[in-house]
C-alpha cells in the first residue's frame, strides 16, 4: 500500500473529524456525520496498523479514534440509582442464585466446627496440645480472656478491627475459589477450627452457655457471610471445571464479575455485624436481649435475600453488571 496516496485521499475526513471533535455542540446531521466518520477512521487505522505501520500517523489516528470513542460512547457515571440497583437487586439477586452453595456449606462447616468442639471439649489431651492448663483457666474463667476480648477495646475501634479482619476473610474466599476452590476449604476449616477451639474449651469448663451467649449476637450474621463467600468461591471453582453451555472464558467472566459486586454488598453485611460485636455483644443487655438482636440480623437478611433477591432473579438479573457494560461476546454455533 503506498501510504502517501492513502493519506491523500482521506486526510480530509479526519481533518473533518478532528474539527467536529473540537466543537462544544453538534446538530443532528454533524452527529450522523462524526459516528460515521468515527466508523471510517477506525478502519483506517486498523489498515495502517496492519500493512504500512508508521508511528507518527498512527498515533494521530489512535488519538483521533479515542477522542470519537470517547464522544460518542460517552463516559458513564455512577449514580444513586445504580447504588440503589445494586442493593436491591443485584447483590441480592446474586446471593440468590448461590444459595445452592451456600446452604450445604454452612451446614457442613457447622458440623464440622460442632464436630472439632466436642473433640476437644471431651479430649483433655488435646485441651492440653493447644495451651498450658494455667492459660486454659485464664481463657475460660469469669472474666477471663475469651469474655475480655470483646470489651478489650473502645467499641468503635474494635468494631472496625473485626470488619476489616472477617471483610477481608470474606474477599480471600471469593477471589482464590478460581483456583479449584481448594484455597477457600482451607480458609473455611481455619474459621471453624477457631470457633470449635472456642467451643470445646468453654464446654469443658462448664460455660458453653457463656460462650454461646458472647458469640451469637454478632455470629450468626457474620458465619452468614463467611458461608456465603465461601459457597459463591466454591462456586466459581466449579465453575472452571464445568462452565455448563457457557464458554469456560464467558462463564468465568460473569461468575467473577458477580462475585466482585458480592464482596462490596458482604463488606456492608460484615460491617452491620461488626457493629454488632462491638456494640451489643459487650453491652450491659441481658443475654435473651442480645442473642435476640442477632437473630432478628439474621432473619432480616434471610428475608432481604429470599424476598428481594428471589423476586429478582425471576426478573432475570444474575447479579451481573448490566448487558450494556460487559464485553460483547462472540456468537457460538449451536
Known amino acids: 500500500m503506498d501510504l502517501d496516496v492513502f493519506v491523500s485521499a482521506h486526510r480530509a475526513e479526519w481533518d473533518r473529524l478532528d474539527t467536529l471533535l473540537s466543537r462544544r455542540r453538534l446538530n443532528g446531521a454533524e452527529v450522523d456525520e462524526l459516528v460515521t466518520l468515527y ?177 451469637l449476637p454478632h455470629g450468626l450474621l457474620e458465619l452468614t457471610a463467611v458461608f456465603v463467600a465461601a459457597g459463591t468461591g466454591l462456586r466459581l471453582g466449579w465453575t472452571l471445571i464445568d462452565p455448563g453451555p457457557r464458554t469456560r472464558r464467558a462463564a468465568l467472566a460473569e461468575e467473577g464479575r458477580a462475585a466482585l459486586g458480592m464482596a462490596i454488598g458482604l463488606a456492608l453485611i460484615l460491617f452491620i455485624s461488626g457493629a454488632i460485636e462491638g456494640f451489643v455483644t459487650p453491652s450491659g443487655l441481658p443475654t435473651w436481649a442480645r442473642v435476640g438482636i442477632g437473630i432478628a440480623a439474621e432473619l432480616a437478611f434471610f428475608a432481604y435475600v429470599y424476598i428481594l433477591g428471589g423476586r429478582a432473579v425471576r426478573q432475570g438479573d444474575t447479579g451481573d453488571v448490566e448487558e450494556s457494560e460487559r464485553s460483547a461476546a462472540v456468537p457460538m454455533a449451536a
Open 39 to 215: 466508523q471510517r477512521t477506525a478502519t483506517h487505522l486498523s489498515v495502517i496498523q496492519s500493512s504500512a505501520p508508521d508511528p507518527q500517523l498512527t498515533g494521530r489516528l489512535s488519538q483521533l479514534v479515542a477522542r470519537a470513542r470517547s464522544t460518542v460512547t460517552g463516559t458513564r457515571r455512577a449514580s444513586w440509582r445504580d447504588v440503589t440497583h445494586f442493593l436491591a437487586h443485584g447483590f441480592p439477586a446474586a446471593v440468590y442464585r448461590s444459595r445452592h452453595w451456600c446452604i450445604p456449606t454452612a451446614l457442613l462447616s457447622t458440623v464440622v466446627a460442632a464436630l472439632l468442639g466436642w473433640w476437644i471439649g471431651t479430649h483433655p489431651e488435646i485441651q492440653s496440645a493447644i495451651a498450658a492448663p494455667d492459660e486454659l483457666r485464664e481463657l475460660t474463667r469469669p472474666g477471663g480472656e475469651y469474655e475480655a476480648y470483646y470489651s478489650s477495646h473502645p467499641a468503635a475501634s474494635f468494631a472496625a478491627q473485626v470488619w476489616t479482619n472477617n471483610a477481608q476473610a470474606a474477599a480471600m474466599c471469593l477471589v482464590l475459589g478460581v483456583f479449584l476452590g481448594l484455597p477457600v476449604l482451607w480458609i473455611l476449616f481455619l474459621n471453624m477450627l477457631n470457633l470449635g477451639v472456642g467451643i470445646g474449651l468453654m464446654a469443658s469448663a462448664g460455660r458453653l452457655d457463656i460462650f454461646l451467649g458472647l458469640v
